[in-house]
């Protein structure tokens, strides 16, 4: 089926291990976005993708990394995850029409615990 | 920095009345201003935009209300259902960064 898909949809890891969660659209959206939400802090972006191979900071990019080899896909990987890291992860993407009336398509969401 | 905020945090209405949720924004340069709703265990989802040049932009059920001049947008949702309960989040946009406020939990009563 089209659509954005995050995978896995629950995680449970421990302090300083590596964790990845991914994200996979079938729309062909040049646009790919992750969030994390918290309580009292609504979402806040974390890196996001105008298109393959470009990849931005966005307002809370620390202790995380992204890549975007293709199109369809936009994994976040904690190198070393800490009890901060604590949250649910949302992935998003938007075609360039989209991004300009602010239009964003999410997943699930991820929720991380980070132990 | 500048942030997206919300006057109430929770808002419960009775099945069948208007609701109507505010939120206040501080980024003068913001173009556009986003409505989003998320359901329990669900991503958001997309309601309406309007662009800052206009003051009013109505959608099925739902109006989006701007006044640029207090810095106040906000979404009104008519004859409120109990499908209509959910976080709406309020959202705007400048240039590729969009910045979405902490969201108003919207409860309808039977």
């Known amino acids: 089926d089209a659509g954005i898909t995050q995978s896995p949809r629950y995680k449970i890891t421990e302090t300083g291990r590596q964790v990845t969660l991914m994200c996979h659209q079938t729309?062909?959206?040049?646009?790919m976005f992750w969030y994390r939400q918290d309580l009292g802090h609504g979402l806040r972006l974390i890196y996001y993708s105008a298109a393959a191979d470009i990849t931005d900071k966005g307002e809370v990019p620390d202790g995380y990394v992204v890549s975007r080899s293709k199109t369809e896909n936009f994994p976040l990987t904690l190198e070393s995850a800490t009890r901060s890291q604590t949250s649910v992860y949302f992935c998003?993407?938007?075609?360039?029409?989209?991004?300009?009336?602010?239009?964003?398509?999410f997943g699930e969401g991820s929720r991380l615990t980070v132990l | 920095g500048e942030s997206v905020g919300l006057h109430l945090p929770t808002l419960s209405v009775q099945e069948g009345d208007n609701s109507i949720i505010n939120c206040a924004y501080s980024n003068s340069a913001s173009d556009y201003f986003i409505w989003y709703k998320q359901e329990s265990g669900k991503g958001p989802q997309f309601i309406i935009d309007i662009r800052s040049n206009m003051d009013k932009r109505q959608g099925q059920r739902v109006t989006v209300l701007l006044n640029k001049t207090v810095k106040h947008l906000s979404l009104q949702i008519a004859a409120t259902q109990p499908g209509d309960s959910a976080v709406y989040f309020c959202?705007?946009?400048?240039?590729?960064?969009?910045?979405f406020g902490a969201g108003t939990r919207l409860t309808v009563k039977p």
């Open positions: 729309w062909s959206h040049s646009y």
């Open positions: 998003a993407s938007s075609d360039p029409r989209g991004i300009l009336a602010g239009e964003l398509f």
């Open positions: 959202a705007e946009r400048d240039n590729n960064d969009m910045r």
